[in-house]
């Protein structure tokens, strides 16, 4: 298992993938942690899919390894336990509940806030559990909490 943290060369546009751990440790815990090339994410195998995303919540750092997933309008999402925000498993969205003031029978609906965590690809070889780190050049809200002082996990230098 590569979980040295090791930063990649600032001049590759690309990550390397990083072997996290084994599909069938994963099957058994249903989420793990890795330090992906100095970035901490979190990585769900949640009815028969992997998502990976970064560890701390956009909102306010909050530990998403500790959260649970629940689905909202049929999207499952990890809500932060700290306070609640939804984040879809597939795509990063933060998700709120909105109504219409001006129709109090109105029933509430389920929307979109826009992408706010980052999303990592997993892959899986030979039974290994495989994260690569998003390209995406859009600043996303998690990237704030996703280095520096916010990180989970502190390497001596």
């Known amino acids: ?18 072997c996290v751990g ?17 970035r901490e994410v979190v990585i769900f195998y949640h009815k028969g899919e992997y998502h ?37 498993l597939a795509t990063g969205e933060g998700l709120y509940q909105s109504i219409d003031p001006k129709d109090p029978s109105a029933k509430p609906k389920w929307c979109s806030k826009g992408i706010k965590q980052r999303i990592h690809k997993v892959t899986v070889d030979n039974g290994n559990i495989y994260v690569t780190l998003s390209t995406e050049s859009f600043k996303c809200d998690s990237d704030f909490y996703a280095t520096g002082d916010f990180k989970v996990i502190k390497f001596s230098s």
């Open 1 to 18: 298992m590569d979980l040295d943290g090791s930063e990649q060369d600032p001049e590759m546009k690309e990550y390397s993938s990083v």
């Open 52 to 88: 990976a995303m970064d560890i701390r919540c956009y909102h306010s750092g909050g530990p998403l390894h500790l959260g649970e997933i629940e689905d909202f309008d049929g999207r499952p999402c990890i809500v932060c336990p700290w306070h609640k925000y939804k984040i879809t």
């Open 22 to 38: 084994r599909e069938v440790d994963m099957k058994k815990s249903e989420r793990m942690t890795a330090v992906v090339h100095d």
